[in-house]
């Protein structure tokens, strides 16, 4: 299991990944202490958050939410396995019209 420190780390690399395929794309999001939020055309937001305490990464869309954890190869929700990568590119089509490829390596 990984300590804290471990896990904020591989929190800002796959946050700062994030913002660099955001901002190759023109889409407008900010991120403020670990909370990166979206802005999508439609007036609604997607948000994806660092949970320190569950060591989680969790991600909020119009349609539901996800808590993710680490698996040692990706972000899994943890109540079906999906990736949060996955789970981002379809919110990003679905509420901004943007099909995007959302790729995080670490």
């Not at 305490?53 to 349609?63: D, I």
Request: charged share 25%; glycine share 6%; proline share 0%.
């Amino acid at each position: 299991k990984m300590n804290d420190s471990e896990f904020n780390q591989l929190i800002e690399d796959t946050l700062i990944q994030l913002e660099d395929i955001l901002e190759e794309h023109d889409v407008d999001y900010e991120n403020q202490a670990g909370i990166l939020t979206i802005s999508c055309s439609n007036g609604t937001k997607i948000i994806a958050n660092k949970h320190s305490g569950m060591k989680q990464l969790w991600l909020a869309t119009k349609k539901n939410g996800h808590h993710c954890e680490w698996n040692g190869e990706m972000w899994a929700d943890t109540k079906n396995g999906s990736n949060f990568c996955d789970m981002l590119q379809a919110a990003l089509k679905e509420q901004a019209g943007l099909d995007i490829k959302i790729t995080i390596e670490i």
